[in-house]
C-alpha cells in the first residue's frame, strides 16, 4: 500500500524552530518528486514547497521563501521541512504529497499524508 | 503572484451535471490540476494536466482548460460528490511555481 506518515508536529512559540519528517512507503521513492501543502484551520489549501527527486530543484511559496528549508533522504525514503523563525500564520495541518509523474515536478499530487499539525502560539 | 479565482459556491441537484470554474490570467496556457476534500480528509486528486483521470477516478470527473478559465465537469451528481474542490496550476517558469484556489464548495441538494 502507497503510504505517506508526517510527524514532528507540535505547538512552538513565535521565533522557534521545528522539523517535520514524512515516512514514505509503497511505492520508490526516488523516482518522485515530493511537496509539502498546508491548511490553516478552517482554511484553504496552500503549496507550500517542493522539491525534486534528486534534491536537484528545491521551490518554495513566497510566504516561506528564506524561513522554511525542504528535504529528503533517498535511502531513509523520507522527506522534511525544517522550519524556522515561525510565526502565528505558520499555524497549519501540514501535509505530505507525492507528484503523480515518475521524475518531473508538475505540482500533481495523487498520494498524501494524514497531516502534521503545528501551532506556533506563546 | 498568480492569482486563481473559483466560486465560494455551487449547488446542484443529484443527477445533474456541476460545473466549477477556475479562473486566471492566461491559464490555457498552463497545467491545471484539481483536488477534493471532504471534511476532515486529506485532498484527493481527481484531474490532473488539464484532463487526465488518475486511477480510481470516476468518468463522471472531467477538466478542460483553455483561455482564461479551467473548467471541473461532475456529471451525474451524486450526494457522495459533496466537497471542497480546490483548482492547481503548476508553472515551472513562475516563481513561485505552485498556487492553488481558494476552493469551491459543491453542495449536493
Known amino acids: 500500500e502507497v503510504q505517506l506518515v508526517e510527524s514532528g508536529g507540535g505547538l512552538v512559540q513565535p521565533g522557534r524552530s521545528l522539523r517535520l519528517s514524512c515516512a514514505a512507503s509503497g511505492f520508490i521513492f526516488d523516482e518522485y518528486a515530493m511537496h509539502w501543502v498546508r491548511q490553516a484551520p478552517g482554511k484553504g489549501l496552500e503549496w507550500v514547497s517542493g522539491?525534486?527527486?534528486?534534491?536537484?530543484?528545491?521551490v518554495y511559496a513566497d510566504s516561506v521563501k528564506g524561513r522554511f528549508s525542504i528535504s529528503r533522504d533517498n535511502a531513509k525514503k523520507s522527506l522534511y521541512l525544517q522550519m524556522n523563525s515561525l510565526r502565528a500564520e505558520d499555524t497549519a495541518l501540514y501535509y505530505c504529497a507525492k507528484e503523480i509523474g515518475i521524475v518531473v515536478v508538475r505540482g500533481a499530487f495523487d498520494v498524501w499524508g494524514q497531516g502534521a499539525m503545528v501551532t506556533v502560539s506563546s | 503572484s498568480y492569482v486563481l479565482t473559483q466560486p465560494p459556491s455551487v449547488s446542484v441537484a443529484p443527477g445533474e451535471t456541476a460545473r466549477i470554474t477556475c479562473g486566471g490570467d492566461n491559464i490555457g496556457r498552463k497545467s491545471v490540476n484539481w483536488y477534493l476534500q471532504r471534511p476532515g480528509q486529506a485532498p484527493v486528486l481527481v484531474i490532473y494536466y488539464d484532463g487526465d483521470r488518475p486511477s480510481g477516478i470516476p468518468e463522471r470527473f472531467s477538466g478542460s482548460n483553455s483561455g482564461t478559465t479551467a473548467t471541473l465537469t461532475i456529471s451525474r451528481v451524486e450526494v457522495g460528490d459533496e466537497a471542497d474542490y480546490y483548482c492547481q496550476v503548476w508553472d515551472s517558469s513562475s516563481d513561485p511555481p505552485g498556487v492553488l484556489g481558494a476552493g469551491t464548495k459543491v453542495t449536493v441538494l
Open positions: 522539491i525534486s527527486w534528486n534534491s536537484g530543484t528545491k
